[in-house]
Every structure is written in structure tokens, then in C-alpha cells.
């Protein structure tokens, strides 16, 4: 028998979409190479909803989010799930004020994260006495906009844990429910990135004992959230600290460390990493291979080479990408499908889901996402 108001179809495509996208990451056999969808600018572009109300109603976010997938044809799965209010999302996730649409920035803009140094060094003592909790306790209210965020937590508390439902019952599946992120990104963001990048040399003691600090509050918290959703996979931002942004010694002291310590973490409590990758991370794909076998894929933005990290890292891992904002924006649907089925012949077709490289851009013209929805299939 059929609940009222359950699609059964669709929650059998969800199902089917679901299984698709655990063989891709896992390197098992697949019937299609899956498309993961993430676009949080383009979709309420398209729909032609202001960014505006997208940023500050979650239950539009979502619809208008839903909509735009359905319109676009074969797609699997959204990388990762709209949840709350986007702007209280990305000042938890970056310590760093968000300027929106209609109340900073003119109505029709997109929103924009300030890379304003917050935090100032003398609040490292903060997190060294009192420990991360109470830093983010003092720091929060200087970055959020308390009005939105006392909204985004009640939506939070009231919905978080049915939101996968939506997206089922549309036919999708969920890769990650939850964005969280290394604890150099977070300093980066709450400092800003010139004064953080100084105080790596000028203070490296206090910076190493805060990422300790903050280490073990950025897994729980992806634990914690992941276990709300019912979900098994959490994403976990970076880009400032990626190897073109900082030296060697650097990344190996301050960056990759934590990172495998995270992976390592939630891969024990069987939570797959979706690692979203800005900015290139070609100098140092080889210290992939430490993270578990198959306990993340690599999510790139197309600054890093796909193939390389292919080539370096065989089926240790799985990737997401990378179909280029520069080609959805300006490309031809010819272009597009070029260069997703090449894409599929060099790394696929199992251990690989196409996506955008980082999210397809508000500008991306509608055809050629199409085009790259169609040419995965």
C-alpha cells in the first residue's frame, strides 16, 4: 500500500540514483556514469528567483533549488544538500562576514563573503585559554547577522533531519548533507587571508595550538549534523589552504595534517568525504594515497588536472568534475559534450560522477548545462 502523498516512482528513482552514485564512489560497476548537480547561484538565477529571497528563505532555497534540477533532465544527485539560510551556512563554515543581496549589496547581486580580519591575534589567547567553544561563542556575533541566524537555527532545529525526504521524494539522491571544513580555512576566514598567511610565520606556535584546538570540534560537528540528516557522507571544504597558496612546509605543518586527520576520523564512523578542492592541489596529489582507500572522493574545481591526479592516484579515491565555469559561461553545448565524454574516457566510467568544477556559475548558460547533464548519460 501507498502512503498518501508519496510518489512511489520517484522514490524508486531515488533509490535507483542512490545505488548508481555508492558504485561510482566506491568503483563498482555502473550503467551510466551519475551527475551530481550543486549550483546555489545558477539555480534561483534560472528559476528567476532574486538571490535576495534565496539567501533568506530556506523552504525557497530548497523548491527553487529542486526545480531547477528537474528541468535540466538526467540528474542523479545534488553534491551537496541546500539546508537553512545560505549566508548563515557559509559564516559558520568561514568565520567571515556574508554581504546579501537587498541589504548590503544592490538587490539584484549575488552574495559575497568580506575577507575582513574579525579576529584580531590577540583572540588566539581566547582559543588557547578557554578552548574553541568559547572562542566561536565570542567571535559568532561579530560575523553573523543575528536576526538571520536566530532564523537559520530555529529552521535548522525544525527541518534539518526531514530535508534528505525532499529531495528523495523528488527522485534524488544526497552525496553530502552537511559542509564542514578544515580548521586552517576556518582561521583563515575569521583572520583574513593576508593577516592569517603573516601570522603563519609570525606567530606559528599559537596558529598550530589553535588548529589543534579547533580540530576535534570540526569533526564532531560533521558527525553530529551528518547523524540529523540520517546521512553517510559529509563534504569538506578547502581552497585557501590548497598547495598553490602556501609553500610546502607550510602545507605539510599547517594543512594536510588536519585534513587527514578529519578524513581519518569520519571515515572510522563509516562517513564518506566528498573533499571540495578549489584552486590547485597539483604539487601534492601524491600525499592523497595516505587518506583510507576509498573513504573519499576529490572534488575539484578544473585548476587542478583531473587526469594527473588520476594517473597519481589510480582508484585509491574517487573524483567529482570538472566541467569548467569558463566553458558552461562561454562554451557551446558541442564544446560541453566534448569535453564531459572526453572526461568519461579518460577517468571513468566507474569512480567517477560528472559535476561542475566547484558549482555551475550564475552565468552558465542553460543549454550547455543541459549538454553536460545529457552527455554524463
Not at 52 to 61: G, K, L, Y
Not at 310 to 334: I, Q, W, Y
Not at 346 to 356: F, K, R, T
Request: proline share 6%; charged share 25%; hydrophobic share 45%.
Amino acid at each position: 500500500m501507498v502512503e498518501q502523498g508519496r510518489d512511489e516512482p520517484k522514490l524508486e528513482l531515488w533509490r535507483e540514483r542512490s545505488d548508481r552514485v555508492h558504485r561510482a564512489l566506491t568503483y563498482g560497476p555502473v550503467d551510466k556514469v551519475p551527475f551530481a548537480f550543486a549550483g546555489s547561484a545558477f539555480a534561483p538565477i534560472s528559476q528567476g528567483v532574486p538571490c535576495s529571497r534565496f539567501c533568506t528563505d530556506a523552504d525557497t532555497a530548497i523548491e527553487v533549488t529542486l526545480d531547477c534540477m528537474d528541468e535540466l533532465g538526467a540528474v542523479d544527485a545534488t553534491s551537496m544538500m541546500a539546508s537553512g539560510l545560505l549566508p548563515c551556512q557559509l559564516t559558520n563554515l568561514w568565520l567571515s562576514p556574508v554581504d546579501l543581496p537587498g541589504h548590503e549589496l544592490p538587490g539584484h547581486s549575488l552574495w559575497q563573503e568580506r575577507d575582513s580580519a574579525d579576529m584580531s591575534v590577540e583572540d588566539y589567547e581566547i582559543v588557547l585559554s578557554d578552548g574553541w567553544d568559547a572562542f566561536l561563542a565570542y567571535f559568532m556575533p561579530k560575523v553573523h547577522n543575528l536576526e538571520l541566524l536566530e532564523r537559520h537555527d530555529q529552521w535548522m532545529a525544525a527541518n534539518l533531519a526531514d530535508t534528505p525526504r525532499r529531495y528523495h521524494e523528488r527522485g534524488y539522491a544526497t552525496l553530502a548533507a552537511v559542509a564542514t571544513t578544515t580548521p586552517f580555512e576556518a582561521l583563515c576566514g575569521a583572520r583574513s587571508m593576508a593577516e592569517f598567511f603573516l601570522d603563519l610565520y609570525r606567530v606559528p606556535d599559537k596558529v598550530k595550538a589553535a588548529l589543534d584546538n579547533a580540530l576535534p570540534w570540526c569533526v564532531e560537528r560533521a558527525v553530529d549534523v551528518t547523524g540529523i540528516c540520517g546521512a553517510s557522507c559529509c563534504s569538506i571544504v578547502g581552497g585557501r589552504g590548497a598547495s598553490a597558496m602556501v609553500a610546502p612546509r607550510i602545507w605539510d605543518e599547517f594543512v594536510f595534517p588536519y585534513l587527514l586527520e578529519m578524513v581519518n576520523e569520519l571515515h572510522a564512523r563509516e562517513i564518506f568525504c566528498l573533499l571540495h578542492l578549489d584552486h590547485d592541489w597539483s604539487r601534492d596529489l601524491h600525499r592523497f594515497r595516505e587518506l583510507p582507500r576509498h573513504s573519499c572522493a576529490l572534488a575539484f574545481d578544473g585548476s587542478t588536472d583531473l587526469r594527473a591526479a588520476k594517473v597519481e592516484l589510480g582508484d585509491h579515491v574517487a573524483f567529482l568534475g570538472d566541467v569548467p565555469a569558463s566553458l558552461l559561461a562561454r562554451g557551446t553545448p558541442d564544446d560541453v559534450h566534448g569535453y564531459v565524454t572526453a572526461l568519461i574516457r579518460d577517468i571513468g566510467p566507474s569512480g567517477l560522477i560528472i559535476a561542475a568544477g566547484c558549482e555551475v556559475p550564475h552565468d552558465a548558460l542553460a543549454e550547455n548545462v543541459k549538454a553536460m547533464v545529457s552527455a554524463a548519460g
